[in-house]
């Protein structure tokens, strides 16, 4: 029998009082392509940074081909033969192709000979695996799906035999998701060993011969992934049966809360994010709006929140929003009743270094009853956050505690209830439980729909489409800053919102 | 303005863009591998005062530059120390090696030589003495370029002549070897170079210390070759003055040239209040002159003419991420 | 997630910061050949020792705490100010066009005045690099760096071309009108009593520049406005989620920071000099970096931070006259205290995470 082209033997890694990987053991053959699963923080990329040599193991063996080997450094990965493809590209934006090809895999002192070498492999690659790129454009002008062909490359050129791609289609839609697996399975049959991490099942089933699912930094199984189910494998990595239906009763959507009409948003970059935009939110309805991230959704949001300025006509209860100017900030946008969980709590929602009842004023600290006289009225605040959290069940209770101290679901609960509890008309959530624990999402998810069974307008944004299937009661799709369509929820499918989400008009 | 005053400015001219030159350099090669350096200034200054130190007191200048030098490279292996292993403030540390070098130069000099915070004079082999060019005499009574190679080109320090063919010099390092392309990604995006299999702190270390030597160069120059000794703070702003040319320079080497040498005019016509009064007949301020730099990197700042884009990853420390 | 405890945190890391700081510059001064216990008892008499080393100590503290609450405002917005020394030096020029422009009657009213004219002269100086990092992005450290020499080259303009009194060959403005001098420590604190040195130059502005210490921590974390500088400081793309503006807060935080460094103006310029000359600052605009870092940035912290600078300065200027120790020890001082708790802060940070670290898991 062939020794297993990579075989880790009760890899741990703690990170400070957390443990991200706990005796950890895989085996994988070679010319296979071995899926890794498992939730958000389970552990994935930590582990496969240590093979990469990005972090040490503090416990552990990596054998390769065999072979015992230390893999101290990136050097030493390597050296071994193995090629990662990082889920946040490595490359030198300013740099072209070629040049980002052979940082650090130059043959000699000078760079002539390096270029002229790499164009002719490059040549050999491209018609070898299907992977054309142009050698002389810089990476900044291409495209996503180019960049990773580029990492791809990379590897390749190192004369990789084992490639790891961590959550490789997050930023690709379905067709280059498809392109890039047709090119996996190439290098397979070419006789590359594959790792796939992702957390997403159908790419699992789809793609890959054998799947290991982690859950909390441990391994709990690994299976054929003929053998297995995406029901198996999802209630594997959760440790329980889903919930994929959140328990709701029909909607009954009131006046239109959020017009929205032309839509147009253009960034820094001068690049138009958002191509004229048509929607409507009614109250007592959820509006999900789902796509591959980066097709607008962010925009969408920054600019009904207030702070990305915007062209066209967007009205809150029949009274305009103004999209640019004096009072298009988040400061007028919450004025006019609008709450917004943003995408990214630890970006923009929370302040990490402020304490609990610091963040529960965030946004709202101008609020008459947060002042007394010409100063902040601390002991009102604290007393606010106090209750806040305990109505959310937010643990542990200590309005004193950094933001940073809390784990994600409980950080998420504080941003929930500072932006619910103001009684907002219209709700915008981003990414509602991303890197949320599965009791959190269940509360997450009931609490939005209790808000929207108030009356209240909300407005959801997900890449999870199960997440927007679950909780909103439209969909509306978005790819490159168009929507492609809207569909009840209750009469569509992952299936026909995936092919919107990939720009194929209905 | 007769031919002999023109050929006069420039030749001051060259000799106070040197330093300026010098340190503008030895700024390039640490900005563009990621790691910010205000402390220029400091590092000239130290290396000013342990050239002319151990000049004087060895009587050979070159052993002289060689200790300015390793004090200049010392102080960068502490900015590399707190900004690099560290990951401290870049801008904190360089602040806090001026001071140290500020007040460590006159504690030293006081300990040593008990003049004030001075060295003695440099006289002989202590000094960098002008290095005539073949043929500059009998060259000298050809019109027109006669005086130009012969007063202009030639006859200063052998330091002078290295700094200008250290700008060849190291647009041929960043952009033509293995070297410069891992220094320029490692300011750009460290990321990059650390997957690649190269040590981004190796990297940031060999930048920071060529910047060290560099100013060295640059420091010794100062004491051993424009002055006859070392004065207390005789860097007198110079390295704040090559930073602003850097950023003039948007970080490129021949735009180094331009800049430094345009700083060094301003400078040389300081000294020469007739001579700008002859040509655009009005008296401008000597202070005007002075502050003329400055000035004009802030416009180039604000983007008012082009925009400098500094590298990247400047500025910040490197800690691997998931 | 917090490894060190909150007192680990704001005392026993820039206490050891300090200690290591204090143990290099032993070593300095033995390596010059002079005795560090000696010394420091030489600093100890000659600032602490008697009236009028207190009140050089406190004159020095008074520049030290206005220039570091500029630093340290600006900290929390996350700006780094390092225009202190040009602003002060506006400043200075403020409060001589003040005092010498208009007749005061009293020294009350003119005190008034002059702090308003240094504190927006400071301001104005700092508007611009503010308003350039604000709306056009150029780094503000590079820019008020520029700022500080373009002052020194207004000023020297002004004082040899404009304000120096015909036949003065000094570049200094005229010595400004009795009516304006303000009245020292040894004035006021002889109103209840206590004999206090007549030499020393402490005055009336260490008094002001405590109460802008309150004021500061008021404005820092008890209004709305401190909080949104906090908020934009920590995080600008939260801030901005926040409904906080970028631009205003970048202003208003530089607008503070150039006023209170503006405002040492009334200490040296108008408490000491009586007159505006061209190095009246003397670096203490720098200095106000250094006791920020220490201070932890935090108006306590800089008070007393600034305490120990004036002390620092006062004896170090003891020392020069009795030994052969330079001056400029002080400022190897000031080197060593900014690298340690500002550029350094990890060096001791780590280890002491990491002891932390394995107590906890001790406990568990």
Excluded at chain 1, 22 to 50: F, Q
Excluded at chain 1, 75 to 93: C, D, P, R, T
Excluded at chain 3, 65 to 75: D, E, K, M, P, Y
Aim: hydrophobic share 50%.
């Amino acid at each position: 029998m062939t020794a297993p082209a990579i075989e880790l033997k009760g890899i741990s890694k703690a990170f400070g009082p957390v443990q991200a990987n706990k005796d950890i053991s895989i085996r994988v053959m070679p010319g296979t392509i071995h899926g890794i699963i498992g939730e958000n923080g389970a552990g994935k990329s930590t582990l496969m940074s240590i093979l990469y040599g990005f972090y040490k193991a503090d416990k552990g063996e990596i054998f390769i081909a065999g072979q015992k080997t230390d893999i101290p450094d990136s050097q030493a990965a390597i050296a071994a033969g193995i090629g990662m493809v990082f889920q946040h590209f490595k490359l030198v934006e300013n740099f072209t192709v070629l040049e980002n090809i052979i940082l650090g895999a130059e043959d000699g002192g000078l760079l002539r000979p390096s270029l002229a070498k790499a164009r002719k492999t490059l040549v050999e690659l491209a018609d070898e695996y299907g992977l054309n790129v142009d050698p002389d454009a810089l990476i900044e002008d291409i495209g996503v799906g180019m960049q990773q062909r580029v990492e791809i490359l990379k590897a390749l050129y190192r004369q990789a035999d084992i490639l790891i791609l961590d959550e490789p289609t997050g930023v690709l839609t379905p067709a280059e998701a498809d392109q890039l697996f047709r090119i996996l399975g190439r290098l397979r049959e070419e006789g590359k060993t594959i790792i796939l991490i992702t957390h997403k099942l159908r790419e699992i089933m789809e793609a890959t011969d054998t799947v290991s699912v982690m859950r909390r930094g441990e391994m709990t199984a690994t299976v054929k992934t003929s053998d297995t189910s995406p029901a198996e494998l999802a209630e594997l990595m959760v440790g329980r049966k889903v919930l994929l239906r959140v328990d709701k009763k029909p909607a009954t959507p009131g006046d239109i809360v959020l017009d929205i009409k032309g839509l147009r948003v253009v960034d820094d970059q001068k690049v138009e994010r958002l191509k004229g935009i048509d929607l409507q939110v009614r109250a007592g309805e959820i509006l999900g709006i789902a796509g591959v991230a980066g097709n607008g959704q962010s925009e969408l949001l920054e600019v009904l929140g207030g702070y990305a300025d915007g062209t066209g006509d967007v009205s809150l209860n029949g009274t305009p929003l103004d999209l640019s100017g004096r009072s298009s900030d988040g400061r007028s946008r919450r004025r006019r009743g609008i709450g917004h969980v943003p995408e990214d709590r630890q970006r923009e929602g929370l302040i990490m270094d402020f304490s609990a009842w610091e963040n529960t004023a965030f946004g709202y600290h101008r609020e008459p009853a947060y002042q007394s006289g010409a100063l902040l009225n601390n002991q009102a605040i604290r007393n606010d956050t106090a209750e806040k959290m305990a109505r959310f069940d937010v643990r542990p209770p200590n309005p004193a505690l950094a933001a940073k101290s809390f784990s994600g679901g409980n950080q998420q609960k504080i941003v929930l209830a500072r932006e619910i509890e103001r009684n907002p008309d219209l709700l915008l959530i981003g990414q509602p439980t991303r890197g949320v624990d599965i009791g959190a999402i269940e509360f997450i998810h009931q609490q939005i729909v209790a808000l929207r069974d108030q009356g209240k307008a909300i407005l959801l944004v997900s890449v999870e489409l199960e997440e927007i299937l679950a909780l909103a009661d439209r969909v509306a799709v978005m790819f490159d800053g168009h929507i492609m369509g809207e569909r009840l929820s209750s009469e569509t499918d992952e299936k026909e919102l995936g092919l919107l989400m990939a720009g194929v008009g209905s | 303005m007769d031919f002999l005053t023109l050929i006069q400015l420039l030749d001051s001219t060259v000799r106070l863009a040197t330093p300026l030159l010098l340190a503008c350099l030895a700024g390039l090669f640490s900005e563009r591998a990621g790691i910010f350096d205000i402390g220029l200034e400091g590092k000239m200054l130290a290396a000013a005062f342990f050239s002319a130190a151990v000049a004087a007191l060895s009587g050979s200048v070159w052993i002289g530059l060689l200790a300015g030098i390793s004090a200049s490279v010392a102080l960068s292996a502490l900015h590399g120390l707190a900004s690099i292993t560290f990951r401290g403030n870049q801008l904190i540390s360089g602040v806090a090696i001026n001071f140290l070098a500020a007040g460590l130069t006159v504690l030293i000099a006081q300990d040593w030589f008990s003049q004030g915070g001075r060295t003695p004079s440099l006289m002989g082999g202590a000094r960098f003495e002008p290095v005539t060019l073949p043929f500059a005499e009998a060259l000298s009574s050809v019109p027109f370029l006669g005086p130009v190679y012969s007063e202009l080109i030639s006859g200063h320090s052998i330091l002078v002549y290295i700094a200008f063919a250290t700008v060849p010099l190291t647009w041929w390092i960043l952009y033509r070897t293995r070297f410069g392309l891992r220094l320029r990604a490692v300011g750009e995006n460290p990321a990059a170079v650390d997957t690649a299999g190269v040590s981004v702190i190796g990297l940031r270390y060999a930048a920071v210390i060529i910047c060290g030597v560099l100013c060295g160069i640059a420091g010794a120059y100062l004491s051993t070759a424009l002055q006859a000794g070392f004065v207390k703070d005789m860097s007198a702003g110079r390295g704040f003055i090559a930073l602003a040319a850097l950023i003039f320079a948007k970080w490129r080497p021949w735009y180094a040239l331009w800049a430094t040498l345009l700083f060094g005019l301003f400078g040389a016509l300081e000294t020469r209040p007739d001579v700008i009064q002859a040509v655009i007949g009005i008296k401008v301020q000597g202070q005007l002159l002075g502050a003329l730099p400055y000035i004009m990197t802030v416009i180039i700042l604000a983007g008012f003419v082009g925009k400098a884009i500094p590298p990247r990853a400047g500025g910040e420390p490197y800690v691997k991420e998931r | 997630m917090d490894v060190m405890p909150k007192w680990a945190e704001v005392i026993l890391v820039p206490l050891i910061s300090l200690i290591l700081a204090a143990i290099l510059s032993a070593l300095v001064i033995l390596a010059i050949g002079e005795d560090p216990v000696e010394a420091v008892n030489l600093m100890v008499t000659g600032a602490l020792g008697s009236t009028y080393g207190w009140g050089y100590t406190l004159y020095y503290a008074t520049n030290f705490l206005f220039t570091g609450l500029a630093v340290s405002v600006a900290f929390h917005a996350g700006l780094f100010n390092i225009g202190g020394e040009g602003q002060a030096m506006l400043g200075g020029l403020g409060v001589a066009l003040a005092c010498l422009l208009i007749p005061w009657p009293h020294w009350t009213i003119a005190l008034v005045a002059a702090t308003v004219a240094a504190g927006l002269f400071g301001a104005a100086w700092a508007a611009i690099p503010a308003f350039l990092q604000a709306r056009r992005g150029s780094h503000i450290v590079i820019t008020t760096i520029m700022f500080n020499f373009i002052a020194a080259a207004v000023l020297n303009y002004v004082l040899v071309n404009l304000m120096r009194p015909a036949g003065s060959m000094d570049p200094a403005t005229a010595r400004f009108p009795e009516a304006v001098h303000l009245p020292t420590l040894h004035d006021i604190l002889g109103t209840v009593g206590i004999s206090f040195s007549k030499a020393a130059p402490a005055n009336v502005t260490f008094l002001i520049a405590v109460v802008a210490c309150v004021l500061v921590w008021l404005l820092l974390w008890r209004t709305w406005l401190g909080y949104e500088i906090r908020s934009y400081g920590k995080s600008e793309p939260a801030a901005k989620y926040a409904g906080i503006s970028p631009v205003a807060i970048t202003m208003i935080a530089m607008l503070i920071s150039g006023a209170l460094a503006g405002m040492m103006a009334i200490n040296n310029v108008m408490g000491e000099a009586e007159r505006l000359v061209l190095n009246a600052v003397e670096g203490a605009g720098f200095i106000g970096i250094a006791v920020a870092l220490m201070g932890r940035s935090h108006p306590f912290g800089v008070f007393l931070a600034a305490i120990l600078f004036g002390f620092l300065y006062q004896g170090g200027a003891e020392l020069a006259l009795w030994t052969s120790i330079p001056r400029e020890l002080i400022v190897v001082i000031q080197a060593l205290v900014i690298l340690f708790t500002g550029a350094l802060d990890n060096m001791v940070r780590m280890p002491l995470e990491r002891l932390f670290l394995m107590m906890r898991r001790g406990d568990a």
